[in-house]
């Protein structure tokens, strides 16, 4: 059983790569941005929750992210095991998560800022679908989403203003998970600045090199 994390700076590609690993390997692919979002369109109890602090422009208690995380990993999909996108993101949120899961894999898929930076400003996503394009994954018709023909936004969080302050915040919180987990000997690396799929097939590599 493989549970695995992608560490990796905003614009790494965690989410495409952590969607082509799922398919390849039969694991649930877990995105704690989905899952808020998932569960406030619902009305649930942790959606309603989660949504004061949002609307507040507050983070969520890292409490109500992990009980909402493990709800999810009772859901039949993880049996084989996950894959974590977008969490843990502080040494508190992973010590909490090492209360409930023990941890295979973590893998960092590398890139500079100013690639980072160079992508995420690039980057527009269907208004409908929510499918995301980009540099790496251009748009068939300029604006328009391949899926439905809907147009293409930009998010406010991918202007270079907000991706800088995000960057600041991966380096000074969530890079140092890195040396947290390694005393482990779990911790692998890719280089992200690759093709999407020449960086897949590192990614898969290593999966399938160290799950024997």
Do not use: W
């Amino acid at each position: 059983m493989m549970h695995v994390i992608l560490l990796g700076p905003q614009g790494a590609g965690k989410g495409t790569q952590a969607k082509m690993l799922s398919k390849a390997f039969a694991l649930a692919h877990i995105c704690t941005g989905d899952l808020f979002r998932e569960h406030i369109s619902k009305q649930t109890a942790f959606g309603k929750k989660a949504k004061q602090f949002i609307d507040a422009g507050k983070l969520v208690p890292d409490s109500l992210t992990i009980t909402m995380i493990k709800e999810r990993f009772a859901k039949p999909d993880c049996k084989k095991g996950f894959i974590l996108d977008g969490f843990p993101r502080t040494l508190a949120q992973a010590e909490a998560l090492d209360e409930v899961v023990d941890i295979t894999h973590i893998i960092e898929i590398k890139i500079g800022d100013a690639l980072a930076i160079k992508r995420l400003t690039s980057r527009r996503q269907c208004k409908v679908c929510g499918k995301i394009y980009g540099i790496d994954i251009p748009e068939k018709v300029k604006g328009k989403c391949d899926n439905d023909n809907s147009p293409l936004y930009q998010r406010d969080d991918d202007k270079e203003g907000a991706i800088k302050k995000r960057l600041h915040l991966y380096h000074e919180e969530t890079e140092p998970l890195l040396e947290y987990y390694k005393p482990r000997n779990i911790t692998f690396s890719v280089d992200g600045s690759l093709p999407v799929e020449k960086t897949f097939q590192a990614l898969k590599k290593i999966l399938e090199e160290t799950s024997l």
